[in-house]
């Protein structure tokens, strides 16, 4: 990391509804330099509830957005669902280790596996360097739940859903993994719920993968 | 005019308190024990566990009674939750983070309290509140031209800012012991660990400059400190905010130097680190130099990789076995701590098991085992706390026992042998003093003598027990070491 950022008041440029229940928060960004796969502490302002958004947007963009499924019992997510432009948010960071190397992009084939909005930190890495080798997994419910998809090449995204026949392989990521396979140089980066990431690493380890080519990011 | 500090949680607040000691004595404070005496009162508090936070509503209830009787000023500082932070606004008359020690003279001031010195005019003694503050920036002093009270109203952040955190390491401690010294390197925490909200009190990791810290180890080496820890929330953490400042093995580095260069007369520790960081480098600085002592405090919290990966530790088994596989290989005479968490949110009896079966794999000396409570303002707080308190005192129990036994073993092969100790205190039984060896294995000997406190001793082993050894004193060491070799 090149500078501590300390925290700030940003303004609010626009929230995006992609269902009924994520949205995409963008705000200024004020040139705070971060590393893709990094995240964010974000509370609306004069709130004293704060949580952990990895940052969504990409290295060259001149706004952050975080990705956020609103938790309807929630204390912050209906908040920031209803921001609307030019309110302000309290951000600290950048902040986390979740990111990945040019050296390690160079030398190791990629997988990124992601259950819902945990796909946020990747969509950021493929923005920031899109000629990065890698394969894409993400695990929804529904065909709706792929967020940015048209972000990603085609040949290297596999869309698997739990809940309907729409994606590209049906069933969890988890069933994905089991029959899929790897190069035994591959980096595995996982991101959303604990229990898919405890899930795939138990996976990948019975395929003789070792847990050092494994990061992992948990979201709660 | 007297002061009242009460000090609350880790080694952090205890380390912060001997720079809050200076600045208030530097205005012309002095210190008393007595609460009753004192026109001002303060707390340092801590938000890590509900047990504290209580004791700091209580505390303040009372001096604010107290208030229709007598003059008194009260501040709070320390680990605080927003939430919490707001409740204290109406309760103490000033609520500052730590980051902001430097402007306490001048927040009084603007308040209209008399310090002792501002009714002096001892010249001399102004300087000494200089001196103090020496190296604080007075950009900010000027800033501080607010009114204190003011200062955490709804339009200034919530979380906590470590942008001024330098600040208080600028300023010169009164070190409580004439011996053992905490030296801060580090604060602020980015884990985020899902049972822990001190990324939420402290703020994001902000790394200490290192020509600081060494001047700081370096003072106290030559000032005869026998004992010196590194502090911070992760300590081997450090520099990983700052491109251009040395990392943590580098660091260590430059003190094991000094330490060479001074002919080593000291043990210097550090806590706590996290398995995440503890590199390979970091293990072969500690045993290249012997200044840094051969004791590392590794927290596992768990022995599941689900648990842990459910306390967003950010590190699992493997990971961890590495580590301790280094330590092994590279200084095996180390003795090796650890802190458990029990009961977590969901931790089945199986889960439980691989906890206790890292207890054989990995040998500790020392373990310090919680049984887990929800802590307002972690993660951890919104889930159901679904482990019943007999469980969790259950487990802690098979745990201790654990311990116990493998600590037992270990001591049980030190019999016979001649160790290096460093004598810290008197035994609550008379006649023995108690200190710890190099690895902190706590030792006690038959000795009325308490001119050997601070003193390194050489300490024949004779007896051991569960988690302690005893022995007879041998001769006193002129600050020179002898090797350690504990099998």
Same mark, same amino acid.
């Given at each position: 990391?090149?500078?501590?950022?300390?925290?700030?008041?940003?303004?609010?440029?626009?929230?995006?509804?992609?269902?009924?229940?994520?949205?995409?928060?963008?705000?200024?960004?004020?040139?705070?330099?971060?590393?893709?796969?990094?995240?964010?502490?974000?509370?609306?302002?004069?709130?004293?509830?704060?949580?952990?958004?990895? #940052?969504?947007?990409?290295?060259?963009?001149?706004?952050?957005?975080?990705?956020?499924?609103?938790?309807?019992?929630?204390?912050?997510?209906?908040?920031?669902?209803?921001?609307?432009?030019?309110?302000?948010?309290?951000?600290?960071?950048?902040?986390?280790?979740?990111?990945?190397?040019?050296?390690?992009?160079?030398?190791?084939?990629?997988?990124? #596996?992601?259950?819902?909005?945990?796909?946020?930190?990747?969509?950021?890495?493929?923005?920031?360097?899109?000629?990065?080798?890698?394969?894409? #997994?993400?695990?929804?419910?529904?065909?709706?739940?792929?967020?940015?998809?048209?972000?990603?090449?085609?040949?290297?995204?596999?869309?698997?859903?739990?809940?309907?026949?729409?994606?590209?392989?049906?069933?969890?990521?988890?069933?994905?993994?089991?029959?899929?396979?790897?190069?035994?140089?591959?980096?595995?980066?996982?991101?959303?719920?604990?229990?898919?990431?405890?899930?795939?690493?138990?996976?990948?380890?019975?395929?003789?993968?070792?847990?050092?080519?494994?990061?992992?990011?948990?979201?709660? | 005019?007297?002061?009242?500090?009460?000090?609350?949680?880790?080694?952090?607040?205890?380390?912060?308190?001997?720079?809050?000691?200076?600045?208030?004595?530097?205005?012309?404070?002095?210190?008393?024990?007595?609460?009753?005496?004192?026109?001002?009162?303060?707390?340092?508090?801590?938000?890590?566990?509900?047990?504290?936070?209580?004791?700091?509503?209580?505390?303040?209830?009372?001096?604010?009674? /107290?208030?229709?009787?007598?003059?008194?000023?009260?501040?709070?500082?320390?680990?605080?939750?927003?939430?919490?932070?707001?409740? &204290?606004?109406?309760? &103490?008359?000033?609520?500052?983070?730590?980051?902001?020690?430097?402007?306490?003279?001048?927040?009084?001031?603007?308040?209209?309290?008399?310090?002792?010195?501002?009714?002096?005019?001892?010249?001399?003694?102004?300087?000494?509140?200089?001196?103090?503050?020496?190296?604080?920036?007075?950009?900010?002093?000027?800033?501080?031209?607010?009114?204190?009270?003011?200062?955490?109203?709804?339009?200034?952040?919530?979380?906590?800012?470590?942008?001024?955190?330098?600040?208080?390491?600028?300023?010169?401690?009164?070190?409580?012991?004439?011996? !053992?010294?905490?030296?801060?390197?580090?604060?602020?925490?980015?884990?985020?660990?899902?049972?822990?909200?001190?990324?939420?009190?402290?703020?994001?990791?902000?790394?200490?400059?290192?020509?600081?810290?060494?001047?700081?180890?370096?003072?106290?080496?030559?000032?005869?400190?026998?004992?010196?820890?590194?502090?911070?929330?992760?300590?081997?953490?450090?520099?990983?905010?700052?491109?251009?400042?040395?990392?943590?093995?580098?660091?260590?580095?430059?003190?094991?130097?000094?330490?060479?260069?001074?002919?080593?007369?000291?043990?210097?520790?550090?806590?706590?680190?996290?398995?995440?960081?503890?590199?390979?480098?970091?293990?072969?600085?500690?045993?290249?130099?012997?200044?840094?002592?051969?004791?590392?405090?590794?927290?596992?919290?768990?022995?599941?990789?689900?648990?842990?990966?459910?306390?967003?530790?950010?590190?699992?088994?493997?990971?961890?076995? !590495?580590?301790?596989?280094?330590?092994?290989?590279?200084?095996?005479?180390?003795?090796? &701590?650890?802190?458990?968490?029990?009961?977590?949110?969901?931790?089945? !009896?199986?889960?439980?098991?691989?906890?206790?079966?890292?207890?054989? !794999?990995?040998?500790?000396?020392?373990?310090?085992?919680?049984?887990?409570?929800?802590?307002?303002?972690? /993660?951890?707080?919104?889930?159901?706390?679904?482990?019943?308190?007999?469980?969790?005192?259950?487990?802690?129990?098979?745990?201790?026992?654990?311990?116990?036994?493998?600590?037992?073993?270990?001591?049980?092969?030190?019999?016979?042998?001649?160790?290096?100790?460093?004598?810290?205190?008197?035994?609550?039984?008379?006649?023995?003093?108690?200190?710890?060896?190099?690895?902190?294995?706590?030792?006690?000997?038959?000795?009325?003598?308490?001119?050997?406190?601070?003193?390194?001793?050489?300490?024949?082993?004779?007896?051991?027990?569960?988690?302690?050894?005893?022995?007879?004193?041998?001769?006193?060491?002129?600050?020179?070491?002898?090797?350690?070799?504990?099998?």
């Amino acid at each position: 990391m090149s500078e501590t950022y300390y925290h700030n008041m940003h303004k609010v440029l626009q929230v995006q509804h992609l269902t009924e229940h994520t949205f995409v928060v963008q705000f200024e960004r004020k040139e705070m330099p971060f590393i893709p796969g990094q995240h964010l502490v974000v509370g609306k302002k004069g709130d004293k509830e704060f949580r952990q958004y990895s #940052i969504y947007s990409g290295l060259n963009d001149p706004h952050f957005e975080i990705l956020v499924r609103e938790v309807e019992t929630g204390l912050v997510t209906p908040k920031l669902k209803q921001l609307k432009p030019g309110d302000e948010l309290e951000i600290n960071g950048p902040m986390g280790y979740f990111t990945v190397s040019e050296q390690r992009c160079l030398n190791h084939p990629i997988v990124m #596996i992601a259950t819902g909005t945990g796909i946020a930190p990747f969509n950021s890495w493929v923005k920031s360097f899109p000629d990065m080798n890698y394969k894409m #997994i993400h695990g929804v419910r529904k065909a709706e739940e792929a967020y940015g998809i048209d972000r990603y090449k085609k040949d290297r995204f596999v869309l698997c859903t739990s809940q309907e026949k729409s994606g590209n392989f049906n069933g969890r990521v988890t069933d994905y993994l089991q029959k899929a396979y790897f190069p035994s140089n591959t980096l595995f980066y996982l991101c959303g719920n604990s229990e898919m990431i405890f899930d795939a690493m138990e996976l990948l380890k019975d395929k003789g993968l070792n847990t050092n080519q494994m990061f992992a990011e948990v979201y709660f | 005019m007297k002061y009242h500090l009460v000090v609350l949680g880790c080694q952090m607040n205890m380390s912060d308190s001997e720079r809050v000691k200076s600045v208030i004595e530097s205005m012309g404070f002095t210190h008393t024990d007595n609460e009753d005496e004192a026109s001002l009162l303060g707390v340092l508090s801590c938000s890590v566990r509900q047990k504290p936070i209580d004791k700091v509503y209580n505390r303040i209830h009372v001096w604010n009674r /107290q208030k229709n009787k007598r003059n008194i000023i009260t501040f709070v500082s320390g680990c605080v939750l927003p939430d919490d932070r707001e409740k &204290f606004l109406k309760l &103490f008359d000033f609520v500052f983070p730590m980051s902001e020690l430097g402007e306490f003279p001048q927040m009084l001031r603007e308040y209209g309290v008399a310090s002792p010195l501002s009714l002096s005019q001892d010249r001399e003694s102004t300087h000494n509140v200089e001196d103090v503050l020496s190296e604080v920036e007075t950009k900010s002093k000027k800033q501080s031209l607010l009114n204190p009270l003011t200062k955490y109203s709804a339009s200034k952040p919530v979380l906590p800012n470590n942008k001024d955190i330098f600040q208080l390491w600028n300023v010169k401690p009164q070190y409580q012991s004439e011996f !053992e010294a905490y030296v801060p390197i580090q604060n602020g925490c980015d884990k985020f660990c899902s049972f822990c909200a001190v990324p939420y009190t402290r703020g994001r990791e902000v790394s200490r400059p290192s020509a600081e810290i060494i001047d700081e180890v370096v003072q106290l080496m030559k000032n005869g400190y026998k004992s010196i820890t590194l502090l911070g929330q992760n300590v081997n953490s450090y520099g990983l905010d700052r491109d251009e400042e040395l990392s943590f093995a580098e660091l260590l580095t430059e003190i094991g130097k000094a330490g060479d260069s001074l002919q080593n007369p000291s043990w210097v520790y550090f806590t706590s680190p996290h398995p995440r960081d503890m590199s390979r480098d970091v293990i072969e600085a500690i045993a290249k130099y012997p200044v840094l002592a051969k004791q590392i405090h590794l927290p596992l919290q768990s022995g599941d990789d689900k648990v842990l990966i459910k306390m967003n530790r950010k590190h699992n088994l493997d990971r961890y076995r !590495e580590s301790v596989a280094d330590i092994r290989e590279l200084i095996p005479q180390a003795t090796l &701590f650890t802190d458990i968490i029990v009961g977590f949110t969901g931790e089945t !009896e199986e889960q439980f098991m691989n906890t206790l079966q890292c207890f054989d !794999e990995f040998q500790y000396n020392m373990a310090y085992i919680a049984m887990y409570s929800p802590r307002p303002g972690a /993660q951890s707080y919104r889930w159901e706390d679904d482990i019943p308190q007999a469980t969790k005192k259950d487990r802690l129990k098979r745990l201790s026992e654990k311990l116990e036994e493998i600590s037992a073993a270990y001591n049980h092969r030190l019999l016979g042998k001649e160790l290096q100790v460093l004598i810290r205190s008197t035994e609550r039984k008379t006649g023995f003093l108690s200190g710890h060896t190099e690895g902190k294995l706590v030792t006690r000997i038959k000795s009325k003598d308490q001119s050997l406190i601070g003193k390194f001793v050489k300490v024949k082993i004779t007896e051991s027990a569960d988690l302690s050894i005893a022995g007879e004193l041998v001769t006193v060491l002129k600050d020179k070491r002898i090797p350690v070799s504990a099998d």
